[in-house]
Nanobody, 124 residues
Framework: QVQLVESGGGLVQAGGSLRLSCAAS????????MGWFRQAPGKEREFVAA????????YYADSVKGRFTVSRDNAKNMVYLQMNSLKPEDTAVYYC?????????????????WGQGTQVTVSS
């Protein structure tokens, strides 16, 4: 069992940056693959980025590739999403999720645990 709490969201102007954090409880955090997803108003939740349990494998949605970076610190039970060059279309609630099998995946169904989300709003 793992509990996830996101933080770091807020309001930022287009072109700005934010770093989202996801704090995980539990002693086996290093066994979990982690993902970031987002849901904009009126839209389906979509994949943003994922990182494997060791951090050696990462995946990104095409829409954020080159602008966002996912990383993790297993010693601190933390996963991060650095978001640069933000655009108004990045506005959404951002969720982190954990896959108990350690995979980095873009498939939501592979994730066992989800946080409550943090709001990111990018103004034009």
């Amino acid at each position: 069992q793992v509990q996830l709490v996101e933080s770091g969201g807020g309001l930022v102007q287009a072109g700005g940056s934010l770093r989202l954090s996801c704090a995980a409880s539990g002693r086996t955090f290093s066994n979990y693959g982690m993902g970031w997803f987002r849901q904009a108003p009126g839209k389906e939740r979509e994949f943003v980025a994922a990182i494997s349990e060791s951090g050696t494998t990462t995946y990104y949605a095409d829409s954020v590739k080159g602008r966002f970076t996912v990383s993790r610190d297993n010693a601190k039970n933390m996963v991060y999403l650095q978001m640069n060059s933000l655009k108004p279309e990045d506005t959404a609630v951002y969720y982190c999720a954990a896959d108990k099998w350690g995979r980095a995946s873009w498939l939501q169904v592979r994730y066992d645990y989800w946080g409550q989300g943090t709001q990111v709003t990018v103004s034009s």
